[in-house]
């Protein structure tokens, strides 16, 4: 856990200090704490973390809107916490490429599981701490590289958020099989921290985008209507109905 570089943006220096405590007490020792999404920005560009916990009130520039920005400088998770409390707000977190999302008030205890949640789906802190897989996952146009978390389409890398990845990787090593949104959250997400259809719907989205030649007419990731979906592995993909 000391190895474990997490970084606080909040600029309620009583929330900062509660979460440092709690962490500290669960053995997480290793934090950065700051106050605005600019020294959020400048602290990912001078160092590596493993996750991002993120308020989403912060002066000058709102998490949601610093969010896009980070995820130009790390793949880590990021954790959002707001007051505000509406689906809309919560799919705005998931869709700039937030992977989890807490409302205030809440119980420092609940952050401490949702950040240890999001660091077993990790997709570094999995690499870093199980044996590296045999070979990779290929759909032709794309590949997973399970054993170095990462995905390439045409041969490039494309950078891919935690939770997105592990969807991918899942849906990857079932080919062909459907499974419903329930399914997907009971498999990927494991704990139900996320509880809103749409949700799933805006992973989906976001994996189309990296893999699909065009994420409006999907051949690979496609929904079956009334069932599920299902990631297509054919020589001709079919186009989605």
């Not at 996750?51 to 130009?72: H, K």
Request: charged fraction near 25%; proline fraction near 6%.
């Amino acid at each position: 856990m000391k190895d474990i570089a997490i970084l606080l943006v909040d600029d309620e220096q009583a929330i900062v200090k509660l979460l440092e405590t709690v962490l500290h007490k669960e053995g997480f020792l290793n934090i950065d704490k700051v106050g605005t999404a600019e020294e959020a920005l400048l602290a990912c560009e001078r160092r590596s973390y493993d996750i991002i916990v993120l308020d989403v009130t912060l002066p000058n520039m709102s998490g949601i809107e610093a969010c896009p920005f980070i995820r130009r400088l790390t793949d880590a998770p990021i954790l959002f916490l707001s007051a505000r409390t509406t689906d809309f707000d919560k799919l705005t977190g998931f869709a700039v490429g937030g992977d989890d999302y807490v409302t205030k008030p809440f119980n420092p205890l609940e952050i401490v599981a949702r950040i240890k949640s999001l660091l077993r789906r990790s997709s570094k802190f999995i690499s870093a701490v199980t044996p590296p897989a045999n070979g990779l996952i290929d759909f032709g146009r794309f590949q997973i590289h399970e054993a170095s978390a990462e995905l390439r389409v045409g041969g490039i890398p494309v950078a891919c958020p935690t939770l997105v990845f592990q969807l991918l990787l899942f849906l990857s090593k079932n080919p062909n099989r459907i499974f419903t949104k329930s399914e997907l959250y009971e498999r990927v997400w494991g704990d139900n921290s996320i509880s809103d259809d749409n949700t799933i719907m805006v992973h989906i989205h976001r994996i189309r985008e990296r893999i699909e030649p065009d994420p409006a007419r999907p051949e690979y990731l496609v929904n079956v209507r009334g069932l599920g979906y299902k990631l297509v592995k054919k020589e001709t993909a079919p186009h989605e109905h």
